[in-house]
């Protein structure tokens, strides 16, 4: 059996994204070694693809040359091919350190030398799912949803730490890494879990502690308890279970909203500044809502998908606009 060695993405999102073409790489006989960083490693483990996960010692930025190598020579001689998903050079040094024989990745920033087969970038944005399975040669690249299985045990260990129940709680994922021109308002998140029947499981990392504070404390003055602010407070594995077992889950568009997809999770996924075109959620149980694509939205909202972090015009309608009436509309069927 063929050992292949994949490079992840560094972000949750994209990582989800990358299940499809374990699958495939599976499917065809590969025996598949993940080498991720420590905070997107937990999902590689919930994809059953995956034999094994080498968690990567690397902060952000730099190359890091030293620690590339001395993993390099722990690793060299075990893989017969790499699969680089992200498209910088040092994510491809690696591989070219280890001597991999087949080392396989998208044109990038200074690294023809170190791979062996490159595919060109495509010119306009793809599907990410497609844009990663393109790596494994295949063809009909859209059609694989990502999927994502935790143990039963795992989960009901969960609940358990943290005083829940299957199905009996919403959650909300307010954040996103990217800025704020894809952060639907807290106040709408606010109004949105007052109006929920359930209670509201706020997730998200310690830099969203804050956010969830400031959507939890106005709902909790009128319903003590109804928010649980999470946020900072879970581990990734412990959020990948509270979603998997949740009754629904709202969202901006994040890494935590492919998560929600990719375990079949009834979903709302509020977009803004980016497109559902290229990353949308890839599940029969998501509903997204863009203004960007609702015809009956006046007057048209022209400047939307812009990709900014920050709204270029300074109103940031695309999301101020989305109203908790809306969501809750779109969640009725789930609800």
Partial sequence: M???????????GDAVMTEPLMRRLHTRGERLTVGALPWV???YRAMPQVADVIEFPFAHGGLQFRERRAIAKRIEGRFDKAYVLPNSLKSALLPFLASIPERIGYFGEARVGLLT??????????????????????????????????A??????ALAALGLQRGGYHVFAPGAEYGPAKRWPASHFSELAARLALPVVLLGSGKEAALGEEIA????????????????KTSLVQALCLIAASHSTISNDSGLMHVAAAFGVPQVAIFGSSSPLHTPPLSDKAVVLWL?????????????????????????????????????SALAPAS
């Fill in 2 to 12: 063929p050992e292949s060695l994949i490079i992840a993405p560094q972000w949750i």
């Fill in 152 to 157: 039963p045990a795992e989960i009901d260990s």
């Fill in 217 to 232: 404390a106005p709902v909790n003055a009128a319903q003590p308890g109804k928010c649980l602010n999470f946020a900072g």
């Fill in 117 to 150: 087969h490159r595919l060109k970038n495509p010119k306009n944005k793809p599907p990410m799912v497609a844009f990663y399975s393109a790596l494994s040669g295949g063809t009909d690249l859209d059609a694989d949803q990502p999927q994502l299985q935790m």
């Fill in 41 to 43: 490693a937990p999902v």
């Fill in 292 to 328: 960007k694509a609702d015809a009956a939205y006046q007057p048209p909202l022209d400047c939307a998908p812009c990709f900014e972090r920050e709204c270029p015009l300074g109103h940031t309608r695309c999301l101020n606009d989305i109203s908790a009436d809306r969501v809750l």
